[in-house]
């Protein structure tokens, strides 16, 4: 199994650079695949929408410079995308970036990297733990949303969040739905497909 040795924690501010953020245009989400916002806001592309994805993806190594490396990508209704991104120039640090589903970017904010056997955060770690975001088959998305959904046997399910740590076979990779009923989860592989589903 593949062990790395720190986990990034959450962090507060994420709207830090948002005054000057620039604002793309992602479309609009889908209501048959994604969940609403629950504060009544715009629904989120980037949760069923891959060429959104890739397209603020783009955008974040505009800001962030390249080669665009990441140690976590996700996506929730409230928030919009969310990339933790290594940067190029110094490879022990780590700061998120999140594109609202509005389009606003903001970032970068710096993520705090916590050791998990108790060794000190080294570049090393973090490229380990680094991949290149564009191995993950986001144009399958809003197959693998619409295929979630089916087999999860609640056809009120909508994508509420997804969230992709690695593109290693044993890395976390999933797609959380939810429906009045339950609340299921597609297991999904770094070609978006699944190969499991959770209750």
């Not at 609403?36 to 783009?58: S, W």
């Not at 993520?111 to 490229?127: C, F, Q, R």
Request: aromatic share 6%; net charge neutral; proline share 6%.
């Amino acid at each position: 199994m593949r062990t790395v040795a720190f986990a990034a924690l959450c962090l507060a501010g994420l709207t830090a650079c948002s005054a000057a953020s620039p604002r793309g245009t992602y479309g609009a989400g889908d209501s048959s695949l994604a969940a609403a916002n629950p504060g009544g806001g715009t629904i989120d592309p980037f949760l069923t929408n891959g060429e959104a994805v890739l397209q603020a993806l783009d955008t974040i190594a505009g800001r962030a410079g390249g080669p665009l490396r990441v140690t976590s990508i996700s996506a929730d209704r409230t928030n919009g995308l969310m990339v933790n991104v290594q940067q190029p120039a110094n490879h022990m640090n780590v700061d998120r970036y999140v594109v609202t589903a509005d389009g606003a970017l903001n970032g970068p904010t710096p993520v705090k990297l916590m050791s998990l056997d108790g060794g000190p955060i080294t570049a090393a770690k973090v490229d380990a733990r680094a991949f290149n975001p564009k191995a993950i088959a986001f144009a399958n998305l809003t197959r693998t949303a619409r295929e979630a959904i089916a087999k999860s046997g609640y056809p009120d399910a909508r994508v509420t969040e997804w969230d992709i740590e690695g593109i290693a076979p044993d890395d976390r990779r999933f797609i959380y739905l939810e429906s009045a009923r339950a609340r299921p989860s597609a297991e999904v592989n770094a070609q978006l497909k699944i190969v499991g589903m959770h209750y």
